[in-house]
Structures are given as structure tokens and as C-alpha cells.
């Protein structure tokens, strides 16, 4: 009988109820059992005051599923922080070798227009939040460059035309 052929029954610290929502609050952080067997845990929480903003590690345990979409995610950590999706932005997920696991970021601004002022544009546009100027860039340069050359109420009505 070597170590090997023992087992330990622990108690899990986690509940194995896949049906239902589960909230546990402690030290590490919260977390969140979805329905279809998806856990999201929050770890390294830090309070941004200047940002005004909630930022955390979001990893993600999905045994049996490729991976969670980052709108489930949003809606989880809506539910888990009083909050709702809409000033909620998680990026930068990887999957860990083997699958199963998954870790990124999350932000959560305390107003929409705190997100509007702090978040990167790139990142407002994939919520839907900002729309990218039309036209290509040599465009934008050489409409730049024509207003060089005018003064005054010319140059005004110049910036006017789109």
C-alpha cells in the first residue's frame, strides 16, 4: 500500500451545485458557479479610485467546455458585484494548456461615463460605445493639411464640412 494507492476524501471548499448561482465572499475574492458547470473566481481585487474603476483577476474553470463567452462573464460579475453589465469590460483571456481553465481581467467602472473617459477606444468600440471616425487616414492628412493654408472664418468653415 504506497501513496499512490491512497485516497483523501477532503471537503471541497466549493459547492458542486451546477444548477444554481452561488455567491462566497472570503479573503481571495468572490465567486460565481454558472449553470452549465462554469466557475468565475476574482482574485488580486484592487480598488482604482483615480481611474474610478474595480479592477480584478477573472479566472475561469470550465471543465468540459471550450471556453465561457466574455458576455456570460460580464453578467456573472454584474450579479457579483451589484453592478450592471454595461460598465463592465474583461479582456485579455487565455486558456491554459489542457483547457478547462481560463484567466483575464476584468474592470468595473463605477459610471458609464467614467468608462467613456478612461477605457481605450479600441475597447469602447467592441461594447459598442464609440464609433471609429470615417474615412482613411491619408484622408483625415490631406483635409488637415488644406486647413493649414486658410485663416480665420474660412478655416472655421472648413473644420465644419466632414
Sequence with gaps: VGPASMTIDRPTKYSEQPAQLL?????????????????IRT???????LLKRKQMVVDVI??????????????KLA?????????????GYSTAFG???????ACIYDTL????????????QRAGL??????SRKQRKEKKN??????????????KKA
Design 23 to 39: 455567491f462566497t465572499s472570503s479573503h481571495r475574492g468572490f465567486t460565481a458557479t454558472m449553470a452549465d458547470t462554469a466557475t
Design 43 to 49: 482574485r488580486k481585487f484592487l480598488k482604482n479610485p
Design 62 to 75: 470550465h471543465p468540459g467546455k471550450a471556453n465561457v463567452s466574455k458576455a456570460d462573464i460580464r453578467e
Design 79 to 91: 450579479a457579483l458585484y451589484n453592478t450592471t453589465a454595461d460598465v463592465i469590460f474583461t479582456f
Design 99 to 105: 483547457g478547462g481553465r481560463s484567466t483575464g481581467f
Design 113 to 124: 461615463d467614467a468608462a467613456k473617459e478612461y477605457e481605450p477606444k479600441y475597447r469602447l
Design 130 to 135: 464609440y464609433e471609429k471616425p470615417s474615412g
Design 146 to 159: 488644406r486647413l493649414k493654408k486658410l485663416r480665420g472664418k474660412a478655416k472655421a468653415a472648413g473644420q
